[in-house]
């Protein structure tokens, strides 16, 4: 009976339960986990330590990296509390996403070998290899479609989108960028492009009036950014899409200053459960590029479909 109180009092840990119930699923690293929690290494490995122990959890060692699970035998008289627990815990819906993602990109062999790539393109000069070129290339071949560019500031993306849309409809709650960007509109002759004055997370677009809806490193200046996914679905026709490009979580405090950001990026998983909370489906988020100078910002693509 001792060792049963022994292994509750471990548990009474919110951090630790999370953990072993993680465990219970699937054979983790320090880092995934962290990725999955969201916490810092130190608490992380405290808890494991803990974990271990109490002879709750267990290690290996595959190469560099060091995989936890737990052990079975200690968990034995444990595990009809431990699956009560795991329906009852907020937590948990959000950790068993997390954990489906970081899987996935166990597997995503091909994601990895982009994510390689992405780092070494424009590493050797070539002359005219360029990623706006490419990007340039690329937007050419978007077939017609009706866009919102949402929080599209004075309206770059939007001009480059409305060479090949049907049209594009681009929103920002600034006046001034507002009528920069519509002035740039009518002096390059663009008629399929409109800017509107209004809020990301209540565009003035009609419900299902879109193909596609695009935050373009907006959604991280949005004050509810789940509002925002719920009204991108709104406004989006039956199997259109939405595009989010966006910071990956980061701590670099002097952002909400010196870019007025009010949310410090995110990470996959939050992006994933806010698409799935808005009613899209097919989703897809990866890291696609990294920045090699401090403070070595990363960008997040996450693709859905309504």
Do not use: C
């Amino acid at each position: 009976m001792s060792s049963i109180v022994k292994s509750l009092r471990a548990l009474s840990d919110p951090t630790r339960l999370r953990l072993l119930l993680l465990l219970m699923e699937e054979e983790l690293t320090v880092a995934e986990l962290q990725e999955i929690l969201g916490m810092g290494q130190s608490r992380i490995s405290a808890s494991l330590s803990l974990l271990k122990r109490e002879g709750l959890a267990i290690d290996r060692r595959v190469g560099k990296n060091i995989f936890y699970s737990v052990r079975r035998e200690g968990l034995s008289e444990l595990e009809t509390v431990l699956a009560a627990v795991k329906r009852e815990l907020t937590e948990s819906a959000a950790d068993q996403l997390a954990l489906e993602l970081v899987l996935r990109k166990r597997k995503d062999k091909a994601a990895e070998y982009f994510n390689r790539l992405a780092g070494k393109f424009g590493r050797t000069y070539i002359p005219g290899r360029s990623w706006q070129a490419l990007a340039h290339a690329l937007l050419r071949l978007m077939p017609p479609m009706v866009i919102a560019d949402l929080g599209a500031g004075e309206g770059t993306l939007s001009q480059l989108l409305a060479r090949t849309s049907k049209r594009v409809i681009a929103i920002d709650n600034s006046e001034k960028m507002v009528e920069f960007g519509a002035e740039l509109a009518r002096e390059h002759g663009f008629k399929n492009l409109e800017y509107r004055l209004g809020d990301i997370e209540d565009p003035p677009i009609a419900d299902g009036d879109v193909d596609l809806a695009l935050f373009s490193q907006a959604l991280h200046h949005a004050a509810s950014p789940q509002k925002a996914v719920h009204a991108a679905h709104r406004i989006l026709k039956t199997g259109g899409k939405i595009v989010v490009l966006d910071l990956v979580s980061h701590g670099y405090e002097q952002a909400r200053e010196l870019y007025a950001h009010l949310w410090m990026g995110f990470s996959e998983a939050e992006l994933h459960q806010m698409l799935k909370a808005a009613g899209f489906r097919n989703i897809e988020v990866s890291i696609v590029a990294r920045e090699t100078q401090t403070p070595n910002f990363q960008t997040v693509l996450a693709t859905a479909v309504k």
